[in-house]
């Protein structure tokens, strides 16, 4: 199994949503999150003062899928969250050992 993580643009998130929605993950978990990457925020003008804006709104949804549905799953993503613009994103995949239901007790792919 993979966990793939992926940090969006906010107003994306339907999108992603929708498109991961249509090749069978159902289950997702959404964050809130502020960051930067390489813009590394913006300056704002605010009553007449310039201030830096450091971090800016992101979104960072969580998903575990079984290994042959995850490249399926990044396709979908990048896909669904693309711009073309800088802060798009990035997107993380990592190695699931194991997985457990807490209402039922299930492991592995099961509990997913």
């Known amino acids: 199994m993979k966990k793939i993580e992926a940090i969006i643009k906010p107003f994306k998130l339907d ?3 929708d498109a991961l929605h249509e090749i069978g993950l159902q289950g997702l978990t959404v ?3 502020k960051g930067f990457g390489r813009q590394k925020g913006h300056t704002e003008l605010y009553r007449g003062a310039e201030y830096v804006v450091d971090f800016l709104p992101k979104v960072k949804i969580e998903v575990i899928c079984s290994d042959d549905l ?4 990044v396709e979908a993503i ?3 969250a693309r711009t073309g613009r800088i802060g798009d994103g990035k997107i993380f995949i990592t190695d699931v050992q194991d997985v457990i239901r807490i209402r039922t007790g299930e492991r592995g792919e099961e509990a997913v």
């Open 15 to 17: 999108e992603v949503k």
């Open 31 to 33: 964050v809130e999150a």
């Open 70 to 73: 995850c490249e399926r799953a």
């Open 78 to 80: 990048t896909a669904a």
